[in-house]
């Protein structure tokens, strides 16, 4: 008899250990049920809600305990924690051997051979040529005097029916140093091709997301100055190569009064243009102690620190390129060699980038 009641007492007590890990499971259940599953519209959205509600209060507590942490590692004079680095497709980027390294003397050997290296040590004045395709359209006008005010030293000659052979024979006897031609398809500037003369090489550009000046809300207009250049992420190679071809199309000596500033920047091989003018103010500022009040003189009143600023003011045009091909020497479509030309097999990974 004794045997068997307890043989009735574990069942008992293994009976209520079943039944509470049963609640658990239906517990953890009810917590992971994906809005997605739920197919009631309104409790859909309104578990959705609730969950990036809690997701937001979750964040919010995690930033007030890095928060703590630095002002009480500050306290005691210790160092603070280290910031968080966000993992973004750019640090994530796929190893590339072509990476120019500061120490690479084989690189700056070759600038100093290369077809550029004339009018960088300012040896020769940059004098661009600009042309269109042969069918040109109602936007492409417009554009290209916008290019005349960004390119000092830019000049206009209309197509006709000359071939680009031609063009690029009158250019050399001309002493022009680039032909920059703008190519449109359907009313709208989709391409540039930039010759470097009288050596080389031919970038082939995609032209895209292009606003002229006039839709630029509150822009400036430029001035006459020579601008300042400002070439961003061409570290690559190729993207040197590119970067030192697009240099050459700007004079080597910016005149820094006229406060302007062209800029060039490269992320994930697509390259940005924009072109500002900048101006530097002074703003006061009211000094706060570790507290967050605001720091009183013997008088009671406020202390002010003066702060410098800058301000910028955009003078547009502002379009995206990107690189479909470069080619060694003048424009030739038959027997040109290429240096490097995009395919479709090259977008395999979208951590993968060239320039």
């Known amino acids: 008899m004794g045997g068997k009641r307890k043989d009735n007492g574990s069942e008992g007590v293994e009976g209520e250990e079943d039944s509470k890990n049963s609640n658990k499971k239906m517990k953890k259940e009810k917590r992971e049920i994906l809005p997605s599953s739920i197919k009631n519209k309104e409790k859909r959205s309104a578990v959705h809600a609730k969950l990036k509600h809690q997701k937001k209060l979750d964040k919010r507590k995690k930033l007030k305990a890095r928060d703590a942490a630095a002002k009480r590692a500050l306290e005691l004079g210790e160092e603070p924690p280290a910031k968080q680095i966000p993992r973004t497709i750019e640090n994530a980027r796929e190893a590339d051997e072509t990476v120019c390294m500061p120490d690479d003397e084989e690189l700056f050997a070759g600038n100093d051979a290369d077809e550029f290296s004339a009018i960088l040590k300012q040896d020769r004045t940059p004098k661009i040529l600009i042309t269109t395709c042969r069918f040109n359209s109602t936007r492409g006008p417009a554009f290209i005097n916008e290019l005349l005010s960004v390119i000092p030293n830019a000049h206009y000659y209309k197509r006709g029916t000359y071939d680009l052979k031609k063009i690029v024979e009158y250019a050399n006897n001309k002493e022009f140093t680039s032909i920059v031609v703008v190519h449109t398809n359907r009313r709208e500037p989709d391409a540039l091709l930039v010759i470097g003369l009288p050596d080389g090489p031919t970038a082939h ?13 509150n822009h400036g207009n430029p001035t006459s100055h020579e601008p300042e250049l400002v070439l961003n992420n061409f570290t690559t190679r190729l993207g040197h190569r590119i970067g030192r071809l697009i240099q050459s199309l700007f004079p080597q000596s910016p005149n820094f009064r006229g406060r302007r500033v062209i800029t060039f920047h490269n992320q994930r091989d697509f390259i940005f ?3 500002h003018r900048y101006i530097f ?6 000094q706060s102690d570790s507290k967050g009040k605001n720091v009183k003189d013997t008088k009671g009143e406020g202390i002010s620190k003066e702060k410098v600023i800058a301000r910028l003011q955009e003078c547009g045009p502002r379009f995206t390129l990107k690189l479909v091909s470069l080619q060694h020497g003048t424009f030739d479509t038959k027997g040109g060699e290429y240096e490097w030309v995009h395919k479709p097999e090259m977008d395999t990974s979208r951590r993968r980038f060239f320039l």
């Open 205 to 217: 550009f995609k032209l895209s997301s292009l606003v002229l000046r006039k839709d630029i809300k």
């Open 273 to 275: 243009f924009r072109h």
């Open 281 to 286: 103010e002074a703003k006061e500022t009211k």
